[in-house]
């Protein structure tokens, strides 16, 4: 009898304990790779980590504006650089999927364009656009296929 109600409560709590960490895991997963992705503002959690930068500093509001407007600028001249560069990025990562394309067979190459296009997909679901600096990992780093 005290066994089975011994085996009760050991049930009844691994029970509840599976349900917490599935919340905690599923609450992490939310704030971490969906609530993230509203394009424009950077994420709750950068700006919280921002703050918690500022507050390690120990910044007054006045030098908070000033490394807030130093970070906008820097921002902005990655953007404008990145928009310099990137026709030649493209020009360089055509002509390496051409020649990699000239070593394949008529198989090989139909299976390298679907895997190009599901990467090349992929990266532009997940945001990583021209505007964000789209970093191609190339053929010596592409991942591999399943």
Known sequence: MIARSI???????????????TGVLLANFYTTR???RDGGNPPARAQRDINKFYDYLGLNKDQREQMHKIGEE??????????????????IQEQSRA???AVLNDEQRTKYDE??????????NHGHDEN?????????????PN
């Open 34 to 36: 969906v609530a993230g």
């Open 74 to 91: 820097t921002r902005q001249e990655f953007q404008d650089l990145r928009k310099e560069t990137q026709p030649r990025f493209q020009l």
């Open 115 to 124: 895997f190009r296009r599901n990467m090349d997909e992929r990266r532009r």
């Open 99 to 101: 020649k990699i394309r």
């Open 7 to 21: 085996k009760a409560k050991a049930l009844l709590f691994s029970i509840c304990f599976i349900g917490v960490a």
């Open 132 to 144: 964000k600096g789209n970093r191609d990992p190339g053929p010596d780093r592409s991942p591999r």
